[in-house]
C-alpha cells in the first residue's frame, strides 16, 4: 500500500479552496477540503485509478476529479507512492498552471 504525500502547492491550493468558500461559511469549507482529501484514499490501495491529465499526456501525471476540481497528482516510481501536485479548478487552464509553478 502507497502513501500520499501532499505537496506544499497542493496544500496551498487546499488552504486557497477553504479560505474562498469560508467566506460563506467556515462549516462548509471545513467539509468540502475533508471531502477533497478523502478523494485521494483510493490511491493508496489504487495508484493508477485516476486518469490521465489530458493536457500533458504523460502516463506519470494523474488526477482525480471531486466535484469542480482536479487533483493532479504523480505517481512515485516505486508504482506505490502518490505525490499530490496541485489541486485545480477544473475552469482553469492546466497547462498555464503548471507552466507558470513547475515549468513543466
Known amino acids: 500500500m502507497g ?3 501532499w505537496t506544499e502547492k ?4 487546499l488552504e ?3 479560505e474562498y468558500i469560508s467566506r460563506d461559511s467556515r462549516l ?10 478523502a478523494a485521494t484514499k483510493r490511491l493508496e490501495t ?4 485516476g486518469r490521465v491529465v489530458p493536457e500533458f499526456e504523460d502516463p506519470e501525471l494523474r488526477e482525480v476529479i471531486y ?7 504523480r ?7 502518490i ?5 485545480v479548478h477544473g475552469a482553469r487552464d492546466m497547462s498555464g498552471v503548471f507552466r507558470e509553478d513547475w515549468e513543466l
Do not use: H, Q
Open 67 to 73: 466535484g469542480n476540481y482536479r487533483i493532479v497528482y
Open 3 to 5: 502513501k500520499i504525500r
Open 16 to 18: 486557497g479552496i477553504f
Open 46 to 49: 489504487m495508484p493508477r485509478s
Open 75 to 81: 505517481v512515485a516510481e516505486t508504482n506505490k507512492d
Open 28 to 37: 462548509y469549507a471545513a467539509r468540502y477540503v475533508r471531502a477533497l482529501i
Open 83 to 87: 505525490e499530490i501536485l496541485a489541486v
Open 10 to 13: 497542493a496544500s496551498s491550493n
